[in-house]
């Protein structure tokens, strides 16, 4: 043996020398003290960069020879989990459970001719392989046609595929499942364009929004209410307001404000514009702005339909007090006068719910000397009261407000002396409120 130089002599009948194959165990002696146990190696020295190095096994816990180090073990496809087998009416692949505590991520490409069952794609991940109780099961919808891709990370010990067929049986079925060592980022990819079912997975997204008080500089959270609608009434303020739709529910308002001033709330309408004489429809009569200027009488539409209000030429508004001129109504007294003091009917009952009003009555008597009492009554209750002086003596008013009778019930006109002749006449109208 050479020793820098020197040279070391040994005597080889005093050695036990034995050949050594792979497992057996050489150990090397120092002052009769073991230095240590090596296991033989099948190439114990290698050369890299021409320089000669000594190759050391090593093992793990249970005795395995680690042969590599360091970076991440490629992704696998899981058999227990994948398949192109075709699946008749109602058909169903049920993975075999594959344990993925080495893995981070689980994967699935699936693609099917045929829509699946309703939820039936699912993806169960349990904890003891059992797939009772404690599964947890996420389940989507197939339509098909379509491939459909998911990621999931790793939330359970066991992992296992389950696939429902629809009606029809398929003729193309690709489910395949690969597992990942390294998490990859978890997407949904999507055109801008794109609409997006609820049925898409999604990641979760909890945030806060806030908006910028005008003039302030501030952000303060935009509020909402208990059942998630963000919040637009109160002193919103806008630059500038564009033309659009605004929806409002059956039944519901919007306020309009403008420099802290409340406008009128404005009530839901069916339909905001009707061409004149087109029927109305919906559950909400309208009046539309504007007056038609006439300098006649405009032509008459049917009950019921829409109409424009009319105007002067100046633009004055026309309009008849109280009702409709179909509602009115008129009462002339009874030739000769009333002498007597019964009750004589001037306006019979209206109907159901419907009450007489009056908005005017005069009265003249036409006896040399006998003057009287007159008096108007709702049915028999006096609702007015005057005096008529004989020779042409009597009363003439105008009711401001009008006169408001009972429901279903006549008006009557009497004299209280008898003897007298008096003259009634009454204008008025009915309605019911």
Known sequence: MDDNGGSLTVDATALDIRALTNADVVTAELSAVDNAVLDTIATPVATISATPLQRVAIFDA???QVTSFGGASPAVVDTNNSTTANLGNGGA?????????????????????????ADGMQFQFCSNNSFGADTDSIDFNMTGGETRRFQFPVTAQYFRLVYTNGTTPTTDLDIQTILHPVSPAYTSIHKVEDNVSVDRSAELVKAALIAQVNGSGDFIPIQANAGGVLKVGGSVEVDTWSAGTLTVAEGGSFGVQEDGLALTALEKIDNASIAHSDAITGSHWVNLTGLEA??????AVSNGDATRAIATLLGKAVTVPYAVPGDT???AGVSGGITDTADDVAKAAAGASIRNYITKVSVVNGHATVGTEVVIKDGSTVIWRSHAEPAGGGVVEKFEPPLR??????VNVTNITTGSKTYFNLQGFIAAE
Not at 100 to 111: K, Q, T
Not at 294 to 299: D, L, T, V
Not at 405 to 410: D, H, I, P, Q, R
């Open 93 to 117: 692949f049920t993975g075999t459970a594959t344990d993925v505590l080495a893995y981070s991520a689980v994967c699935v490409n699936l693609y099917s001719d045929q829509d699946g069952s």
């Open 329 to 331: 109504w008129s009462y």
């Open 405 to 410: 009778g009972t429901t279903n019930t006549a």
């Open 62 to 64: 249970s005795d395995t």
């Open 294 to 299: 006439r300098s006649s009488e405009p032509a």
